[in-house]
């Protein structure tokens, strides 16, 4: 196995394609390899190393992707959300002890504006007319000598969690953590250098960084970069970029099947080896509907930022992924433990995981450290925060994250599994449930859905549907019918905070 990004990216032919993107050329190996010694070279003259921190914001497409890769080989990177609010690009750039900010040369928004406010040194991104995707060269008014590049024990990639509930923990990504990652997810995919991915993935997110790009390149295969996600756009991207596979997020999976009957003939055309799903909990009739659309596996996998990644996956031979399983161990190993007792059990309890891919913890935590991290049976674990249980066959069944189970008066309810049951509705396209807050039960159950086109479903409709296939009390006290479902900065549905989101908080 490969320890760093610029082993895995070396080994590969120097003429076959890398990087490509929208009425753009190609960026090959061998451009990619020079374009890394270029960009250390500079990074160096700038008195930036291994150690040093360059936090990088740029839209999503060929130059984010060919940045990360590149300044990951010489410093640590540290993507941001280009869609983020000054004062939140202030507060992560100082959280991140950043050393400085890359930008493209005409870029003068809010991360710009942060950095000026703390003094942090700002790297231009320049993009020459005519250049294949990806490439790009670096300016800026530092100066300095620097020579150290990484080692297998340096941090790659630096990551901030979402910070749903409490203030976002900083979680260091070792070059070594990274490349058994991509190197975990090229095996359970079986890419090859004839492989294309199509990335609609936000490039500041472990997902798509590690499953679209880093393992593509692991393998010598190709990643063609969309602009971003755009159901509207997804098909005729498809038809110029004749990807083997694509990896997205349950929601836009969702969106692109909405589409995907208009636009039968791109997807005849264009046959996917498979699709991948991971970052959410993939529903069982949208995993069906996929793999009929596009008649190819729907390959559905479990990672998380803290295991660079990849955690589980579903074989790849086809009738072996499993609707409702997020797969068998993919890299490293995987357990349940007591969810209070830093023990490891059978049955249900929470997912915890240990090997290469895994985090070496949390920084300047050690409370988090103390509280996710124990050893057992001659091994270090860390706990998921997610709920569930592996079948005779070794699929793992998430039941849910710890802190999204609704405890309904003492009854436990998992959001699911109610999930589940209101999508097998005909008017359902899309759910979140969750839970709402009560003031004799603590907590109720309540779900926002989205009908598909043309229905007319009613709550009452909807409450009777599940009245009839689940227990009295997981049926939704609520149910808010939506035009839309709010996401996440990645697409996901995010179910903590969601009665607060909905204004359903006050009075209830």
Known sequence: METTLKALIAQHAADNV?????????????????????????????????????????????????????????????????????????????????????????????????????????????VPDGSPAGYFTLSSDLSGSADRMPTADDVALILHTSGTTSRPKIVPLLQSNVAASAQHIRDSLELTAADRCMNVMPLFHIHGLIAALAASLSSGASIWCAPGFDALKFFSWMKEATPTWYTAVPTMHQAILSRAGRNADVIAETPLRFLRSSSASLPAQVMVALNE????????????????????????????QKPGAVGIPAGPKMRIAHETENKLIDGTGEVVISGPNVTPGYESNPEANEKNFFEAEGARWFRTGDQGQFDDEGYLHLTGRLKEIINRGGEKISPLEVDGVLLDHPDIGQVVTFALPHPKLGEEVAAAVVLKEGSEATEKDIRAFAAERMADFKVPRKVIIMDEIPKGATGKMQRIGMAEKLGLVEGV
Not at 296 to 309: N, S
């Open 18 to 126: 890398a990087i490509g993107a929208p009425g753009r050329d190609w960026l090959t190996y061998g451009g990619l390899r020079a374009l890394t010694d270029e960009v250390a070279a500079q990074l160096h003259g700038f008195g930036i190393d291994a150690a040093d921190r360059v936090a990088i914001v740029s839209p999503n497409g060929p130059e984010m992707a060919a940045a990360f890769v590149t300044v990951a080989q010489a410093a640590t990177t540290a993507p941001l959300n280009p869609n983020y609010r000054e004062d939140e690009y202030a507060f992560y750039l100082e959280d991140l002890s950043a050393k400085a900010l890359l930008i493209a040369d005409d870029y003068d928004g809010p991360a710009f504006k942060a950095a000026q406010t703390l003094g942090l040194p700002v790297i231009r991104l320049s």
């Open 293 to 320: 659309t596009f008649n190819a596996p729907v390959v559905e996998a479990y990672g998380m930022t803290e295991a660079a990644h990849q955690m589980a996956c579903n074989p790849l031979a086809s009738g072996t």
